[in-house]
């Protein structure tokens, strides 16, 4: 009898894929003023700036989703986990049409390794009924019914509620830990 693996639902953005760094370097090229990953903690995705809407109107821009930086560790992670796991990418792409495609194809390009068949782009990930599920929105793990890791980001360093990550070594340690509980 075929061993079933469990299943993990992952985040693109923000979680392997790292938006924050994007937004920061677009808003030096644009706007020509430097901020830091520090200077967004606290903030939600729509006060981050200055600049109100900045974030959503970036994330409407060709090419913004298709030259983002991949998370620090993310596809070392990803492929440690595939070991263990059946692995989702699971992203919430359907606000932002356009990205669609640029995310498949950035996916095609950074994680070759994840097949078409485990990637799902949806509106709301309400639906996701896998084992665990990591992302940085907390929107998506307070509906969640099984086991949550949040995801640092600036936008959720005021919540509590969920087991957080701040990177991806955290993440696998988390699962190792309950794997073995």
Not at 14 to 38: H, K, M, N, P
Request: negative net charge.
């Amino acid at each position: 009898m075929k061993n079933i693996k469990k299943t993990i639902a992952i985040d693109m953005d923000g979680v392997i894929a790292d938006v924050e760094a994007q937004f920061i370097s677009w808003y030096l090229r644009d706007y020509g003023i430097q901020i830091t990953r520090g200077d967004l903690h606290g903030h939600n995705e729509d006060n981050a700036f200055p600049e109100k809407g900045l974030i959503r109107k970036f994330a409407r821009t060709p090419g913004f989703f298709l030259s983002v930086p991949v998370m620090e560790g993310a596809v070392e992670a990803l492929k440690t986990l595939m070991e263990d796991f059946e692995v989702y990418i699971v992203s919430a792409a359907m606000e932002f049409p356009l990205s669609l495609s640029e995310k498949l194809t950035w996916l095609n390009t950074h994680f070759p390794f994840i097949s078409w068949k485990n990637i799902i782009f949806c509106g709301n990930k309400n639906i996701i009924n896998t084992d665990y599920m990591v992302d940085d929105h907390i929107k998506n793990l307070d509906n969640f019914k099984g086991k949550t890791i949040m995801f640092h980001a600036f936008h959720n360093v005021s919540y509590n509620h969920h087991t957080r990550a701040n990177n991806w070594p955290e993440v696998i340690s988390l699962i190792k830990q309950d794997r073995l509980s």
